[in-house]
């Protein structure tokens, strides 16, 4: 059984940084691409970021390209969110999902975590 668990999210003021974390368990972490979505009250879930298997490749959404990162440590099974220069448009539930697939996509995923609360005060 694949289990994500999220962890790092907060309150913080408007240009401001967070880190998200993500740990993952139950299957060869190493073999799949990760990817956040993030869900705002009142919105559908929506792509952030995605990273392929090894690192090497990652896409964002066009509202967060320039001030978020995702990475990986293989050696720890664990994905990450780096949020800069936050609005508070990004306020949302910011979710880690792990993809069917090596390369990262903005919709091929099957497994996600519970999710935790990003809100950027103005």
């Known amino acids: 059984q694949v289990q994500l668990v999220e962890s790092g999210g907060g309150l913080v003021q408007a240009g401001g940084s967070l880190r998200l974390s993500c740990a993952a368990s139950?299957?060869?972490?190493?073999?799949?691409?990760m990817g956040w979505f993030r869900q705002a009250p009142g919105k559908e879930r929506e792509f952030v970021g995605g990273?392929?298997?090894?690192?090497?490749?990652?896409g964002y959404a066009d509202s967060v390209k320039g001030r978020f990162t995702i990475s990986r440590d293989n050696a720890k099974n664990t994905v990450y969110l780096q949020m800069n220069s936050l609005k508070p448009e990004d306020t949302a539930i910011y979710y880690c999902?792990?993809?069917?697939?090596?390369?990262?996509?903005?919709?091929?995923?099957?497994?996600w975590g519970q999710g935790t609360q990003v809100t950027v005060s103005s």
């Open positions: 999902t792990s993809s069917r697939r090596a390369i990262w996509t903005r919709n091929d995923y099957d497994y």
């Open positions: 139950g299957r060869t972490f190493s073999n799949y691409a």
């Open positions: 990273i392929n298997w090894s690192g090497g490749s990652t």
